[in-house]
């Protein structure tokens, strides 16, 4: 997709950036994909499948990690060729930056890795949008720094998303105040609801969640005017490789995104 800035504002709804958190095989991507796709297109929601085709950061060494780069990869173009939509990934090295992009439109930076010079100037190198995961450990304001890194090496297409902030040592908060504050970059602000759910640091190594409050996270973050949603899903979670005890189950998601239009469309009124 060429103009990958147009067409997240094409509409007066939110973007949503969703799907699997890992690639664990093309069909389940596919059904995915296309139940999202149906949805979001009759909600007038501009779509982004989001897949990580390889997990990095895991607590344990025997974490599900990957497919295979390469195998992953082509199942997130296919899915952008089957449905004609964008798909974003997540890269963790300079050098996977490129190969990346072969791919995908849109290149994530992950949270922990948001202040690394070396990678966020090889993502703004390949010409895709960046959208950059603030730091649990970073205040809103000092993520302007992240972001003129990445306009100083001549890509203005950069987005910055929100995903909670550590909170002791299992937890993390949302610092609503913080959307506003970085919307003053000018450039757009997710609501990562699925991972600022997440309670981290858990004895057995496996990251826990609170899907419970999915739907009151994404409502708090469309009423104070963010611009996307972040939303990770499948079939279910139960039985995700990674990241299942935050992840909403998929069933569930047209009657949120329904809830979440009419939240939007009352919010829109609202503005001068």
Do not use: W
Request: glycine letters at 8%; proline letters at 4%.
């Amino acid at each position: 997709m060429n103009d990958i800035t147009s067409y997240l504002h094409s509409s007066e709804n939110f973007f949503l950036l969703a799907g699997p958190c890992v690639i664990e095989g093309e069909q389940m991507a596919l059904d995915i994909a296309g139940k999202v796709a149906e949805v979001t297109s009759r909600l007038r929601i501009p779509y982004v499948f989001k897949g990580s085709y390889r997990k990095a950061n895991r607590s344990r060494i025997d974490s599900f990690t990957g497919i295979g780069d390469l195998k992953a990869l082509e199942i997130l173009r296919k899915v952008r060729d089957t449905f004609n939509i964008p798909v974003v990934t997540d890269i963790h090295s300079a050098d996977e930056a490129k190969m990346a992009a072969e791919y995908v439109d849109i290149l994530q930076i992950p949270a922990f890795l948001c202040r690394q010079t070396d990678l966020l100037l090889a993502a703004a190198a390949t010409g895709k949008m960046v959208n950059i995961k603030k730091g649990q450990f970073l205040s809103p304001e000092s993520m302007k720094f992240a972001v003129q890194k990445v306009r100083d090496a001549g890509n203005d297409k950069v987005a910055i998303t929100e995903r909670g902030t550590t909170f002791g040592y299992q937890d993390l908060i949302i610092d609503y105040r913080g959307i506003p504050e970085m919307q003053k970059n000018g450039c757009p602000v997710i609501l990562d609801i699925t991972h600022s759910l997440q309670q981290p640091n858990q004895a057995a190594g496996v990251t826990g969640g609170r899907p419970d409050l999915i739907a009151t996270v994404a409502k708090a973050g469309i009423a104070v005017g963010v611009d996307g949603l972040f939303i990770e899903t499948h079939q279910n979670p139960a039985v995700a490789k990674s990241d299942g005890a935050n992840m909403l189950k998929l069933d569930l998601l047209p009657a949120l995104l329904e809830n979440l239009t009419t939240l939007r469309a009352a919010v829109n009124s609202l503005r001068p």
